[in-house]
Structure formats: structure tokens, C-alpha cells
């Protein structure tokens, strides 16, 4: 079983999220965050296996900043949902130790994709990226 922490302040697409993930028996919502500086604290105390997090998120400036500390706690794996479009918050996110970025228009595709990628030790990276990406790990897989 896999757990999961799901961060995004709509309380909507995290919904959707959440639907979403149930339809796996192997994937369980352990817990969700509204804001940067709740999924901190969420991750210290339930030590989830994989983050799903917003890039955009109120508190700790944004999902980097949170992710930034996330890594310093947590052996968690992360992957940013987001509507960051630009070619270097990807490269940062990549950076700071994601294993996937996907793209909230493309969440209803790419989502679990993304999510077995990474259970798998594969890193992810929503399609279209992959031509854009100086940096990125030779076994992210755009899909």
C-alpha cells in the first residue's frame, strides 16, 4: 500500500485528486494539506510515501519552499501538480529532488501515469517537457 499526501489549496481539484487515486487499491490518501506549512507538518507526522504538491500554495512562499523543507524531513517522494507552465520550474523542481511534474490540464491522463512511474523508481514529466528539459534525469519519461 502506498500512501499519499495530497497538497492544494482548491479544495476541488484536490477533490479530484483524491477521487482519483482512489480508483487504485494499492494507493491510500493518508492525509491533505491546504498550504505549504501544513503539508510540512502533515509530512513529519504521517511520513507519507509519495506527495502530491501545487506549486502554487499559500505560506512558505510557495510548493518549492515547502518542498525545500519536506526533503530535509522526510524521505517522501514528490510530485508537483501544478499549472506552472515554464520549462524552469520544472528544471527546479527536478532540482530540489521531484521525482514527477505534472500538469494540472493534464492531471486526468498524466495522473496516475505519473503516480506508477514513480512507484516504479521512475521519475515523470508531463508531455511536452521532455524537449524543453536541459537537466532532467536520462530516466524521466514524458508521457
Avoid at 487504485?24 to 509519495?50: F, I, Y
Avoid at 498524466?110 to 514513480?118: H, I, M
Wanted: net charge negative; aromatic share 6%.
Amino acid at each position: 500500500m502506498v500512501s499519499v499526501l495530497v497538497v492544494d489549496d482548491f479544495i476541488p481539484f484536490r477533490s479530484f485528486i483524491c477521487s482519483t487515486l482512489a480508483t487504485r487499491v494499492n494507493l491510500l490518501v493518508s492525509g491533505e494539506a491546504s498550504d505549504g506549512l501544513e503539508a510540512v507538518h502533515k509530512t513529519k507526522e504521517l511520513q507519507p510515501d509519495l506527495i502530491l504538491l501545487d506549486i502554487e500554495l499559500p505560506t512558505l512562499d510557495n510548493g518549492m519552499s515547502a518542498a525545500r523543507e519536506i526533503c530535509k524531513l522526510s524521505k517522501s517522494k514528490i510530485i508537483f501538480v501544478t499549472q506552472e507552465s515554464g520549462a524552469d520550474f520544472v528544471q527546479e523542481a527536478l532540482a530540489l529532488g521531484a521525482w514527477g511534474y505534472v500538469m494540472k490540464a493534464r492531471a486526468s491522463t498524466d495522473l496516475l501515469a505519473a503516480v506508477d512511474a514513480v512507484c516504479d523508481g521512475q521519475k515523470f514529466v508531463s508531455d511536452g517537457f521532455g524537449q524543453k528539459l536541459t537537466t532532467a534525469s536520462p530516466t524521466a519519461r514524458s508521457n
